[in-house]
């Protein structure tokens, strides 16, 4: 069970920088209400893992044979989950391991309109070995879809009229160009529903289509945040992590601590950070609340990796500004473990060592950058899973997400619009010449005082 603790958040523990008895009687005060709302707006990823996932199974199982490798392209929610299951459940060297130890197909991300990068991976690449996964919600994601551009004709100088068996779509279940493309060209697309913004969707086709591709167990994905979901249903907002998580957050933002630092201790867990950062600045950085009112509120994420970032970061950290919440995650299984030897007993940097395992330094390490903290003052929490396997994942992932839903009304902000980016994104349009948009080129070329591009 995923387990969170709070005690070095508390002023009686580390002082006037942490939460007091009355800061907690009002978050659970609090709690039902906020709870309640969540639950009757009904997010649409709510719904996931209640969704059967047999057809992209099936899909996975009957193509993973078929190529040596899969190429994601997509770019934010439409790639950041994926990334984050991958990354924690695969092998960490799971692209350079030999093909039979694999099980299936090495596994690229093309998240970005770097030629350089796509020029690399391109060189990679047999086109005949390779399937791309072209992922985009809305079907006109500039960045996807002019990367699909260049994967076509690099498909089809290589293959020709073939191209379309090496290409899978997961977009919008009827509108969108992406949609329209797929029934064009008969390629096989998987459903992004409608009500799921993309950086709530790693438990659909956007995430688990790869997932499944690289072995993942899907099913064990979706159980555990079905059971998370249960557990969340049904428990007080005192037991409920995400709710406690939330309102942690909310209350410390209130105190200064504008800056949320996500620190997991364990190499497999430093992308699930890198998704739960867009999860939360795209949810919760607005400029107005629910009525209409300019209020520019939202916590900075920020992403650390124990124990490499106490090399890096944690100086800032323990003695800069005291403007950050800290959440440290931990696995209680790595998987994997070393005993240290007894080779230099009386070299005391290395002798003490001996007889202990490589699981209780990290997790020290852990235990001690959190007591520095605390004895700075600065407040942390820490989310202990049992291992990191596909069903605590799952529960994890979810447990964050019903988080970032909380979060929305305790701060008073909608958690599932992104204002902010879709001005970038006409911007975009306008300055790549696409059609409606001319007027928006003309006020940008004004504003900046002439464009070339």
């Not at 047999?54 to 009957?62: I, L, N, Q, T």
């Not at 079905?226 to 907002?237: A, C, G, T």
């Not at 630092?261 to 919760?284: D, T």
């Not at 970032?309 to 005291?322: A, F, K, M, N, R």
Request: glycine share 12%; proline share 6%; hydrophobic share 40%.
């Amino acid at each position: 069970m995923v387990h969170l603790e709070h005690r070095l958040a508390r002023a009686d523990v580390i002082g006037e920088g942490g939460f007091t008895y009355e800061d907690w009687e009002l978050l659970l005060r609090r709690g039902d209400e906020v709870r309640a709302k969540v639950r009757k707006m009904g997010p649409g990823f709510c719904r996931l893992p209640y969704d059967d996932p047999s057809d992209m199974v099936r899909f996975a199982r009957e193509r993973r044979g078929m190529y040596s490798d899969l190429v994601v392209v997509g770019i934010g929610g439409s790639a950041l989950g994926a990334i984050a299951l991958i990354s924690a459940l695969s092998h960490p060297y799971y692209n350079i391991l030999p093909e039979e130890k694999r099980g299936g197909p090495r596994v690229f991300f093309s998240d970005n309109v770097d030629p350089w990068q796509l020029r690399g991976l391109l060189d990679v690449l047999e086109p005949r070995r390779t399937l791309f996964n072209v992922v985009t919600k809305s079907g006109g994601t500039a960045e996807t879809v002019a990367t699909f551009l260049v994967v076509r004709r690099f498909l089809e100088d290589a293959l020709g009229g073939s191209w379309r068996e090496h290409v899978v779509v997961t977009t919008d279940p009827e509108r969108g160009d992406m949609r329209e493309v797929a029934g064009r060209e008969g390629l096989p697309a998987f459903p992004v529903p409608p009500d799921v913004g993309g950086r709530f969707s790693v438990l659909s086709p956007v995430g688990l289509l790869p997932a499944a591709f690289a072995g993942i167990d899907v099913g064990e994905l979706l159980a555990g945040a079905r059971d998370m979901d249960l557990r969340l249903k049904n428990s007080s907002p005192e037991e409920d992590p995400a709710y406690i998580g939330a309102a942690l957050n909310w209350i410390f933002y209130g105190k200064g601590k504008r800056m949320t630092v996500m620190m997991p201790y364990s190499r497999a867990l430093k992308e699930l950070a890198e998704w739960f950062r867009q999860l939360w600045a795209e949810s919760l950085g607005k400029k107005l609340d629910l009525e209409g009112k300019v209020v520019q509120v939202g916590p900075t994420p920020l992403r650390a990796l124990g124990a490499t970032d106490q090399h890096s970061q944690v100086q800032l950290y323990v003695e800069g500004p005291p403007d950050k919440f800290f959440t440290f995650i931990v696995p209680e299984d790595y998987g994997a473990d070393f005993v240290f030897p007894e080779y230099y007993p009386d070299l005391d940097a290395m002798g003490y060592l001996a007889g202990r395992r490589m699981s209780e330094l990290i997790k020290a390490e852990q235990i001690a950058t959190a007591y520095a903290l605390a004895e700075a003052g600065r407040p942390s929490m820490t989310i202990k899973l049992p291992k990191v396997d596909p069903y605590h994942l799952g529960g994890l992932l979810y447990m964050f997400e019903m988080q970032t839903a909380y979060a929305g009304e305790l701060f008073g902000v909608n958690a599932y619009d992104q204002p902010g980016v879709e001005l970038g994104k006409r911007a975009t349009y306008a300055l790549m010449g696409r059609s409606g948009y001319e007027g928006l080129r003309g006020e940008i070329e004004k504003f900046l005082g002439g464009i070339v591009i």
